[in-house]
C-alpha cells in the first residue's frame, strides 16, 4: 500500500532541549494512524512538521511525495490547502457564526462564488449533523456541537489528510462516541488519510488502524490496535489500562519521604 506520509530519521530540539530522536513513521494513504502517548511526548510537534510549519534539524518529513521541510513558502501553502487539522478544543473563530467559520477555508483557498459556497458549508455542516446550527454563534455551542462544527470546517475542501490534535479532550462520553464515529466515517467517506494525535487510549482503538506510541521523543511501540491491547511492554499496557504504577512514575523524583521528614523534625516544623 503508498504511503501518504512517511517520516524518516526525524530529529528536532526546542532551544537545546531535544524533543524528538531519530522518528521514523509511515502513514498509508486511505487509513487512520494513531500517535499516542503522555503530554510532552512530541506529538503535537510532529503533526505540525508534517503541515510544514515546523522544520525537522535532520531527517525529512514527506507527503504525497513532497519534501515538505524542503518547500517554499508557496508550496508549503499549496500543500496546506490539500490537509485539514482539527486543533484541540476546536479553536473556532468566536466572533464568527457557524456557518462563517465553517466558509472561512473555502474562501479563502478558493475562488468559488458565494451560491456554492452556500451550498458546499451546508453539505458539510449536514455531514456532522448541525445544518440547523449555521446561525449559532460559538458561545451557543455546546463542547461537542463546537468540536463537531471545528470537524466540518477541517474538511470544508475535501482534504486528503486529515489531523486530529487531541479530539475527545475535555468531552463527555456520548459527545467522545460521536466525534470518533464521525473521524470513523468521514474518513471513509472522504477516501481521506488521517492521523490523530491523542492520549484517550480506549476511544482511539475502536477507530484507528495503526498505532504509534511515543514516550521522551522516540516511538516506544507500535502495532494494530489488537497488537497494542494484548501489548506486555511495561511502558503501553501501563498506558493502555491507566495503572498508576509502572515504569511512569506517580511521583515527581524527590529525596526519599522519610529524609524530607526527618528535615522537618530537625526544624521544628
Given at each position: 500500500m503508498e504511503n501518504l506520509v512517511e517520516i524518516?530519521?526525524?530529529?528536532?530540539?526546542?532551544?537545546?532541549?531535544?524533543?524528538?530522536?531519530?522518528?521514523?513513521?509511515?502513514v498509508p494513504r486511505g487509513r487512520i494512524v494513531a500517535i499516542m502517548g503522555l503530554s510532552g511526548c512530541g506529538k503535537t510537534t510532529l503533526l505540525r512538521m508534517i503541515g510544514g510549519v515546523l522544520r525537522p534539524a535532520t531527517g525529512t518529513v514527506t507527503v504525497a511525495g513532497c519534501v515538505m521541510n524542503r518547500l517554499g513558502e508557496e508550496e508549503r501553502y499549496r500543500m496546506r490547502r490539500k490537509m485539514g487539522m482539527l486543533y484541540q478544543f476546536g479553536a473556532l473563530f468566536t466572533d464568527m457564526s457557524v456557518f462563517d467559520n465553517v466558509a472561512f477555508q473555502i474562501r479563502e483557498h478558493t475562488e468559488l462564488p458565494e451560491a456554492?459556497?452556500?451550498?458546499?458549508?451546508?453539505m458539510k455542516l449536514?455531514?456532522?449533523g448541525l445544518r440547523g446550527a449555521q446561525h449559532l454563534m460559538p458561545s451557543e455551542l455546546s463542547g461537542g456541537m463546537a468540536r463537531r462544527?471545528?470537524?466540518?470546517?477541517a474538511i470544508a475542501l475535501d482534504p486528503m489528510l486529515i489531523m486530529y490534535d487531541e479530539p475527545f479532550t475535555g468531552l463527555d462520553p456520548i459527545s467522545m462516541g460521536v466525534i470518533s464515529n464521525l473521524v470513523r466515517r468521514l474518513g471513509e467517506a472522504l477516501g481521506a488519510t488521517s492521523i490523530v494525535v491523542t492520549h484517550d487510549v480506549q476511544e482511539s482503538l475502536k477507530i484507528v488502524d495503526y498505532v504509534y506510541f511515543m514516550a521522551d521523543g522516540v516511538v516506544v511501540a507500535q502495532g494494530t490496535p489488537d497488537e497494542i491491547?494484548?501489548?506486555r511492554?511495561?511502558?503501553v499496557h501501563q498506558f493502555v489500562w491507566g495503572e498508576m504504577d509502572g515504569p511512569m512514575p506517580f511521583h515527581y523524583p524527590g529525596a526519599p519521604y522519610a529524609a524530607d521528614l526527618a528535615l522537618e523534625a530537625a526544624h521544628g516544623h
Amino acid at each position: 500500500m503508498e504511503n501518504l506520509v512517511e517520516i524518516k530519521d526525524v530529529n528536532f530540539t526546542y532551544d537545546v532541549r531535544p524533543v524528538l530522536k531519530g522518528i521514523n513513521m509511515t502513514v498509508p494513504r486511505g487509513r487512520i494512524v494513531a500517535i499516542m502517548g503522555l503530554s510532552g511526548c512530541g506529538k503535537t510537534t510532529l503533526l505540525r512538521m508534517i503541515g510544514g510549519v515546523l522544520r525537522p534539524a535532520t531527517g525529512t518529513v514527506t507527503v504525497a511525495g513532497c519534501v515538505m521541510n524542503r518547500l517554499g513558502e508557496e508550496e508549503r501553502y499549496r500543500m496546506r490547502r490539500k490537509m485539514g487539522m482539527l486543533y484541540q478544543f476546536g479553536a473556532l473563530f468566536t466572533d464568527m457564526s457557524v456557518f462563517d467559520n465553517v466558509a472561512f477555508q473555502i474562501r479563502e483557498h478558493t475562488e468559488l462564488p458565494e451560491a456554492m459556497i452556500q451550498d458546499l458549508v451546508l453539505m458539510k455542516l449536514n455531514a456532522v449533523g448541525l445544518r440547523g446550527a449555521q446561525h449559532l454563534m460559538p458561545s451557543e455551542l455546546s463542547g461537542g456541537m463546537a468540536r463537531r462544527v471545528a470537524l466540518a470546517r477541517a474538511i470544508a475542501l475535501d482534504p486528503m489528510l486529515i489531523m486530529y490534535d487531541e479530539p475527545f479532550t475535555g468531552l463527555d462520553p456520548i459527545s467522545m462516541g460521536v466525534i470518533s464515529n464521525l473521524v470513523r466515517r468521514l474518513g471513509e467517506a472522504l477516501g481521506a488519510t488521517s492521523i490523530v494525535v491523542t492520549h484517550d487510549v480506549q476511544e482511539s482503538l475502536k477507530i484507528v488502524d495503526y498505532v504509534y506510541f511515543m514516550a521522551d521523543g522516540v516511538v516506544v511501540a507500535q502495532g494494530t490496535p489488537d497488537e497494542i491491547r494484548s501489548s506486555r511492554a511495561p511502558f503501553v499496557h501501563q498506558f493502555v489500562w491507566g495503572e498508576m504504577d509502572g515504569p511512569m512514575p506517580f511521583h515527581y523524583p524527590g529525596a526519599p519521604y522519610a529524609a524530607d521528614l526527618a528535615l522537618e523534625a530537625a526544624h521544628g516544623h
